[in-house]
């Protein structure tokens, strides 16, 4: 899997957009953009995934740049209960390789009132 | 309600008393999962199954089994616990096919091993 870096940290204002950058630069081109969060010791949760066009739901958005080396994802409006651990893995879409998650140390947010 | 079950959730036990974490999930998945998450190490994969009666090791199996004999089912099963497997556990499920791309994850069993 392509090795991912995100920052450590981030704060947010409350009612903000979210902005939680990702870096993937070696990347291969059968390979997705998953996100995941963990709130406080809970098991991760499913946000978004995408190939290499912009998905949205409805907990966010994903961004992912043309050269498909980077990608955002975004929180448009961020609540109290969005503080977390986001995950940013890269795997395979398909083939034994797409199951497992390998987790790095993600980005901390931190929503301020 | 779609759902990973663990149960215990938090459990203190002894050296080398047997014991076993079990998973359960409701959603008729193919694939399933443990992970450990320890400070400053992050979550790490234990065991997987791609289907009943196939399972194989992860990154960190040793002082673990586990066994996958219904398919709702998957066990942890740690033969003589040591203090070092204490940890937060993490059960998943996954449908087996490319169309669904997404781990549910159980709510996670604290063990403690004195």
């Known amino acids: 899997d392509a090795k991912t870096t995100q920052p450590t940290s981030m704060d947010c204002a409350e009612g903000r957009a979210a902005n939680l950058p990702c870096n993937h630069s070696?990347?291969?081109?059968?390979?997705?953009v998953y996100w995941y969060r963990q709130i406080h010791s809970q098991g991760p949760q499913y946000i978004i995934h995408?190939?290499?066009n912009n998905e949205t739901n409805e907990m966010a958005s994903l961004i992912i740049t043309e050269d498909r080396k980077s990608s955002t994802l975004i929180l448009p409006h961020a609540t109290l209960r969005d503080t977390a651990v986001y995950y940013c893995?890269?795997?395979?879409?398909?083939?034994?390789?797409?199951?497992?998650?390998?987790f790095g140390k993600g980005t901390k947010l931190s929503v301020i009132p | 309600e779609a759902q990973v079950t663990q149960n215990p959730r938090y459990l203190i036990t002894v050296t080398g008393k047997k014991l076993t974490v079990t998973c359960s999930q409701n959603?008729?998945?193919?694939?399933m999962s443990w992970y450990r998450q320890d400070p400053g190490l992050g979550l790490r994969q234990i065991y997987y199954?791609?289907?009943?009666?196939?399972?194989d090791k992860g990154d960190v199996p040793e002082g673990y089994k586990v066994s996958r004999k219904e398919k709702r089912n998957f066990p942890l099963i740690l033969e003589s616990p040591s203090p070092n497997q204490t940890s937060l556990y993490f059960c998943?499920?996954?449908?087996?096919?490319?169309?669904?791309?997404?781990?549910?994850f159980g709510p996670g069993t604290r063990l403690t091993v004195t």
């Open positions: 070696t990347i291969s081109g059968n390979e997705y």
């Open positions: 199954s791609m289907n009943v009666e196939v399972t």
């Open positions: 995408g190939l290499k």
């Open positions: 959603m008729n998945h193919e694939y």
């Open positions: 893995i890269v795997r395979a879409g398909s083939g034994a390789g797409s199951y497992q998650l390998t």
């Open positions: 998943a499920s996954r449908a087996g096919t490319t169309i669904s791309y997404e781990q549910y």
